[in-house]
């Protein structure tokens, strides 16, 4: 059974820094590639931030601008989302997943395996 656990989301001001975290288990992510996305308030869940299997091409959404890091450790199943200067307007709920097959890493429609989600909220 495939497990994608999110953790590290919660609550915190204007400006603040949070670490999210990806406990994967049921696979091996070293085949995969990861990606966050984020999904707020009656809207579509988008892009944040995928990274290639080694760990050496990252790609973020547009909005990112510098302030959000990825990261990924094979060999503990476990892939980060650092985040810093954060705003209001990332107010999301924030999703791990994993993708084995090609396609575009900045699409919803590549990924196989989903987490629950951890919810982010940035209060002004």
């Known amino acids: 059974q495939v497990q994608l656990v999110e953790s590290g989301g919660g609550l915190v001001q204007a400006g603040g820094s949070l670490r999210l975290s990806c406990a994967v288990s049921?696979?091996?992510?070293?085949?995969?590639?990861m990606g966050w996305f984020r999904q707020a308030p009656g809207k579509e869940r988008e892009f944040v931030a995928g990274?290639?299997?080694?760990?050496?091409?990252?790609y973020y959404g547009d909005f990112v601008k510098g302030r959000f890091t990825i990261s990924r450790d094979n060999a503990e199943n476990l892939v980060t989302l650092q985040m810093r200067s954060l705003k209001p307007e990332d107010t999301a709920i924030y999703y791990c997943?994993?993708?084995?097959?090609?396609?575009?890493?900045?699409?919803?429609?590549?990924?196989?395996?989903w987490g629950q989600g951890t919810q982010v909220t940035v209060s002004s």
């Open positions: 997943a994993a993708a084995i097959d090609d396609g575009d890493i900045k699409s919803v429609s590549t990924y196989n395996y």
């Open positions: 049921g696979i091996t992510i070293n085949r995969h590639r």
């Open positions: 990274v290639e299997w080694s760990g050496t091409f990252k």
